[in-house]
């Protein structure tokens, strides 16, 4: 589970980390729906590994 900052509020996204894009400074996360979301490094606040 990732936390993550967006225009003064936060909240969480449950998925899987696929690419860390050192180019872009972006993590491209997997969905459960199988969509893919885009997080860029200075919007993260924690991680949190979920079994």
């Known amino acids: ?3 993550v900052w967006d225009d003064g509020f936060t909240h969480d996204i449950t998925g899987r980390v696929h690419y860390v894009d050192p180019i872009t400074h ?3 996360i997997v969905l459960k729906s199988g969509k ?3 997080v ?3 919007n993260l606040i924690g991680v949190k ?3």
């Open 40 to 42: 860029a490094f200075d």
């Open 26 to 28: 972006e993590l491209r």
């Open 36 to 38: 893919f979301e885009r």
């Open 49 to 51: 590994v979920l079994n």
């Open 1 to 3: 589970m990732l936390t």
